[in-house]
């Protein structure tokens, strides 16, 4: 099992901090440089977090578990349209990241208006893609409570937000409510807003470590951060991806930023433990792009397909 964290720190001497991931078996799921400053989301051995604690010590930076880093989360606003854009979204977008998350922002093609909104199959199919999809809706209560069809039938965990605080039991199919999160002309800098996203945080990470935890119950054949490891060092297309984590971690699987037409055989033809990762996962087209999207088949997979 690994341990998902964050590295803060300055760029000085940060080679030996990556060598000591390299050298504990761990991968870097994310590195991003602003000005003088280091930040690496990390996913190292549970009996190894301490060695790397003391080397962050040492270098003077700051380390801290990040729940959220190795998944993908989608974050859905009703539309882009500047209009109906909640200023909250994008705040929201931006927060998680600070917190290791992998955010996509969605904007449904039908989705303003209270008695116009809607959900295609292919939106919901593109939800279901990530690990946990954020519904960022807006002040009414009224609104909220009739637009919950958007995501009753959705797969995957779902959070809700909106401004007023509104019951779960009242919101069929969402798995929480984070209120104080509404239509606002501003950005969301002020006490109450910060508290309402650092609630939103709260609740990302107690989702995702439930998930992970029913996951054990029936883990994937193998860790998503080693196929991401081994995607990156076989298929040297991935380094003229542009893109931002151009092989996404998901807590499932990974997104691969590459055509699937293109190259599904070779993603497929990837050795893992001398097993091409075509018999380890299911890849398949993405509605995103026509990107990759690899799922890894749980080790249940194995008797049903000996049976």
């Given at each position: 099992m690994y341990e998902t964290l964050t590295f803060t720190g300055g760029v000085h001497k940060s080679e030996e901090f990556k060598e000591l991931i390299e050298?504990?078996?761990?991968?870097?799921?994310?590195?991003?440089?602003?000005?003088?400053?280091?930040?690496l989301s990390i996913a190292v051995p549970l009996e190894d977090v301490d060695r790397i604690k003391d080397k962050s010590a040492e270098l003077l930076a700051?380390?801290?578990?990040?729940?959220?880093?190795?998944?993908?989360?989608?974050?859905?606003?009703?539309?882009?349209?500047?209009?109906?854009?909640?200023?909250?979204?994008?705040?929201?977008?931006e927060y998680l990241r600070e917190f290791g998350a992998k955010d996509n922002m969605i904007g449904l093609a039908r989705g303003d208006g209270k008695g116009t909104s809607g959900i295609t199959e292919e939106e919901k199919s593109l939800i279901e893609e990530h690990d946990l999809a954020i519904f960022v809706l807006?002040?009414?209560?009224n609104c909220i409570k009739e637009k919950a069809f958007l995501y009753d039938d959705i797969d995957i965990p779902v959070i809700v937000t909106g401004a007023p605080?509104?019951?779960?039991?009242?919101?069929?199919?969402?798995?929480?409510?984070?209120?104080?999160?509404?239509?606002?002309?501003?950005?969301?800098?002020?006490?109450?807003?910060?508290?309402?996203?650092?609630?939103?945080?709260?609740?990302?990470?107690?989702?995702?470590?439930?998930?992970?935890?029913?996951?054990?119950?029936?883990?994937?054949?193998?860790?998503?951060?080693?196929?991401?490891?081994?995607?990156?060092?076989?298929?040297?297309?991935?380094?003229?991806?542009?893109?931002?984590?151009?092989?996404?971690?998901?807590?499932?699987?990974?997104?691969?930023?590459?055509?699937?037409?293109?190259?599904?055989?070779?993603?497929?033809?990837?050795?893992?433990?001398?097993?091409?990762?075509?018999?380890l996962a299911e890849i398949k087209k993405s509605f995103m792009y026509d990107y990759i999207l690899v799922k890894i088949n749980s080790e249940s997979s194995l008797v049903e397909n000996s049976n």
């Open positions: 050298d504990l078996g761990g991968f870097i799921l994310q590195e991003s440089i602003q000005q003088m400053e280091l930040v700051k380390i801290s578990v990040a729940p959220m880093a190795g998944s993908e989360i989608a974050i859905i606003s009703p539309t882009l349209a500047r209009h109906h854009l909640p200023h909250a979204a994008c705040d929201i977008s807006g002040s009414f209560e605080d509104i019951p779960i039991e009242e919101l069929p199919g969402a798995d929480a409510y984070v209120g104080d999160l509404g239509r606002i002309p501003r950005r969301l800098r002020r006490g109450p807003d910060v508290r309402a996203l650092d609630k939103l945080v709260e609740t990302c990470e107690k989702i995702l470590n439930d998930k992970k935890r029913e996951m054990t119950l029936d883990p994937p054949l193998v860790p998503s951060i080693v196929v991401k490891n081994a995607i990156e060092n076989q298929v040297m297309e991935i380094k003229d991806v542009f893109s931002p984590a151009p092989v996404t971690s998901q807590l499932d699987g990974v997104r691969v930023k590459l055509n699937y037409d293109d190259y599904a055989d070779v993603i497929g033809n990837v050795v893992i433990d001398d097993k091409k990762l075509s018999e």
